[in-house]
């Protein structure tokens, strides 16, 4: 069983060994009541009282002193970047290897109201539906059993950044005030993780995998990558070339060649492609497997041309999978063509461990049971349980 999964037995631990832990998180709080209050903050998340509002809290770790602690994260102007900094620094102790890959995902916050910085009726992938919700993006390292998560930063739907008072109210600082797509503000997550942790390569979901900038931006940044696609994503045959367009005596040169191949959907390509059965991983109920395919290719994301058709763009693997029971996926990476089969299903199965670091954070440090509105009390809050769910494993 995964370690981080285990039942901890936290008040021996945390009497014993937290003080030393979270000594070099301490000198980054500049103000004396910060430093008191930190350490306090995550003994509380770390404890096993059921919901982690700031009332709950308090009856914990600090009776009777619930508008100190409620100060310390709403209003106390203390920075979140060095804390992530070390954090990034301390799962790279952890999980130090190229074979460690780095997870892109976000979740979501059920939130009702319209004051609370963020919310919004946006998808949510845990309930699978639109509903009223905060958005977080989230980065994620992770070896073999053992993930660690390294960033959860705020998603701003439209209906907040075309809306300067509201940014206002909701205290979002004015470099995090222009609009941002969730695939920026991961790869601006990546960019700031970059330094600190050693990974061999980025997963991430459709959500993000359907994007050609971001894949395109991940392969600038000399990443490998594998990321989920949908089944209409249209790929050309490994060998297509190009035809130059013939000169034509009257009229405009024409501006693009013809590819020598049709388009395929990846949905067609891979349903005359030979499956597998493969063991993907094992679990702590046995073996997880599933049949799996993937074909040679090269994407439909270059330039532009007919009838807003794109040229081969990058070569790739696409990657089906079919579990008992359910619809097939689809994955593409850009590992080299010599790659074989059952490392392709290795690297595209690890993306699991983030939606498991997505439960823990909120099953047991309350990532979910954050009661304010602001930016600042988020954002604290968020990082305090990274630092918290990461002292527990």
């Known amino acids: 069983m995964l370690a ?19 000594a070099p998180f301490l000198v980054h709080f500049r103000h004396r009541a910060q430093r008191t209050w930190a350490p306090l903050y995550v003994r ?23 508008d100190h602690l409620q100060q310390f994260i709403t209003d106390s102007p203390w920075l979140t ?24 995902d976000d979740t979501c916050l059920a939130k009702f109201g319209t004051k609370s910085v963020g919310v919004a009726r946006q998808y949510s992938g845990q309930v699978g539906k639109i509903t009223p919700c905060q958005c977080l993006v989230s980065l994620t390292l992770a070896q073999h059993d053992l993930p660690v998560p390294l960033a959860l930063r705020l998603f701003l ?3 907040w950044t075309s809306d300067p008072a509201r940014l206002r109210a909701a205290g ?21 993780v970059r330094p600190h942790v050693t990974f061999g390569m980025v997963l991430a979901d459709a959500g993000y995998g359907v994007n050609a900038q971001f894949r395109q931006a991940l392969t600038e940044r000399g990443r490998l990558w594998s990321v989920g696609i949908t089944r ?23 501006t693009y060649p013809t590819p020598s191949e049709d388009r395929l959907s990846v949905e067609e390509v891979l349903a005359g492609a030979v499956w597998k059965h493969l063991v993907w991983r094992h679990g702590t109920k046995g073996p997880l497997s599933g049949r799996f395919a993937a074909e040679y290719v090269r994407l439909a994301d270059g330039e532009k041309y007919a009838r807003s058709q794109h040229l081969p763009g990058q070569a790739a693997w696409i990657i089906g999978e079919q579990r008992r029971g359910e619809e097939r996926r689809y994955y593409v990476c850009n590992l ?9 299903v290795e690297v595209t199965s690890l993306r699991w461990a983030c939606e498991l670091t997505h439960r823990e954070l909120k099953d047991e440090v309350g990532l979910d049971h ?24």
Do not use: N
């Open 4 to 22: 981080f999964l285990l039942k901890r037995s936290r008040p021996p631990r945390l009497t014993r060994h937290f003080p030393t832990w979270f």
């Open 44 to 66: 509380g998340l770390c404890s096993t009282v059921h919901r982690k509002s700031m009332q709950s809290l308090t009856a914990v770790v600090a009776p009777g002193k619930k």
């Open 81 to 104: 970047a060095l804390l992530e900094t070390l954090l990034a620094q301390r799962a790279q102790q952890m999980l130090r290897g190229k074979d460690a890959v780095l997870i892109v």
């Open 157 to 159: 739907p439209q209906e």
């Open 172 to 192: 979002v600082p004015l470099e995090h005030q222009p609009p941002q797509t969730k695939c920026e503000l991961a790869l601006k997550e990546l960019d700031r």
């Open 232 to 254: 209409t994503q249209t790929v050309y045959p490994k060998d297509v070339y190009l035809i130059p367009s013939p000169r034509i005596f009257r009229g405009r040169k024409p």
């Open 336 to 344: 080299p063509l010599d790659t074989p089969l059952s490392r392709l």
């Open 370 to 393: 954050f009661e304010g509105r602001s930016w600042h009390g988020l954002h604290h809050h968020a990082v305090l349980c990274m630092v918290a769910l990461t002292f527990l494993q």
